[in-house]
């Protein structure tokens, strides 16, 4: 089977592209996903059940991510996050398993569950945008790591961490269409650097209070 060449935008360069077509208005969908870039991500935009492929973007999870949910929101697409989409293995390993920049070094994390984890004790966004995050302290040591969640590709979970020890500050989950956008919004403004991942390198007891591994029951489905 031939394997067609999709638009590619580097958003940093294509943020008032034209991604999709007029008669491509119905049944649009975008597959956010974690690239071994951590401050990148890549999103594949398709089209109706059977996810036929579009275009490919990538960008910067800080700079561009809020303006590309914003905008696909607003060319009527849906959005969601996963830690591997439902996608031809081709497509994947060419646009993200591999760093598309040629000479960037990197370390490869450990391979995550394909579906992603299984958040734990977390509170919901949507109760927390009009409260602090952090408490008082240097913005310095603030980090932010980004991951899908386990059979929720609608969802995201936030990890605030402070600290070389990597104590946890808050866990949050919310919805990556209403949500994503602005919440990395706000945490860029409180000068937290964000990354998106599939599993956060963080120490395992630190992890296992917050993420588990999927059952095998559960990834079967």
Known sequence: MSKP?????????SGDAT??????ADHR???LMPVPIPEDFVAFGVLGSKHKPCFVARGKVHAHLDDFITRMTRDNARVDLYARPPLPGWLLKKYADDPHHEGHEFEAPPPPPV???????????EHRRHTPLWPEGPSSARHVFIMPIHRAP?????????????QVIFA??????KYLGEFISR????????????????PEPILRKYLSEPSAENSRR
Do not use: I
């Open 29 to 31: 969908h975008v597959f």
């Open 154 to 166: 609608s969802e995201f979970l936030a990890l605030g961490v402070s600290g070389s020890g990597g």
């Open 19 to 24: 991604f999709w077509n007029e008669q491509d």
């Open 115 to 125: 579906n992603g984890l299984v958040a734990g004790s977390t509170t919901s966004y």
């Open 5 to 13: 060449k999709l638009p590619f935008y580097e958003l940093e360069f």
């Open 187 to 202: 945490v860029v403004k409180e000068e937290a650097q964000v990354e998106l991942r599939a599993r956060p390198p963080l």
């Open 172 to 177: 949050l989950t919310g919805s990556v269409q």
